[in-house]
Nanobody, 119 residues
């Protein structure tokens, strides 16, 4: 059981990157999928989550610049990152949050992919 993230790299400010994360297990339509990031010396923080195209959540610092999407048939979640800024530099982690029963959920994490934005 694993999540494989890819698409990170080194870009200049203003450029774009697209992250992908494929699960080795079947994704349910009810699973919440998301992206988090962690910069050096900082705590991991939420970037965006998606349950369905009509049910997405973005942190204020990426609204209007990043777009999250998913393809359940491919067990994959994407993060399109446009207008990148140096402060977006971090390791980006994908996540699958699965509700097992009403009082218990399980989280799956990818290994992380480095995004570096130069000024």
């Amino acid at each position: 059981v694993q999540l494989q993230a890819s698409g990170g790299g080194l870009v200049q400010a203003g450029e774009s990157l697209r992250l992908s994360c494929e699960a080795s297990f079947n994704i349910f339509s009810s699973d919440k999928m998301g992206w988090y990031r962690q910069a050096p010396g900082k705590q991991r923080e939420l970037v965006a989550t998606i349950t369905s195209p009509a049910d997405t959540e973005y942190s204020d610092f990426v609204k209007g610049r990043f777009t999250i999407s998913r393809d359940n048939a491919k067990n994959t979640v994407y993060l399109q990152m446009d207008s990148l800024k140096p402060e977006d530099t971090a390791v980006y982690y994908c996540n699958v949050h699965r509700l097992i029963i009403s009082t218990f959920a399980r989280d799956y994490w990818g290994q992380g992919t480095q995004v570096t934005v130069s000024s």
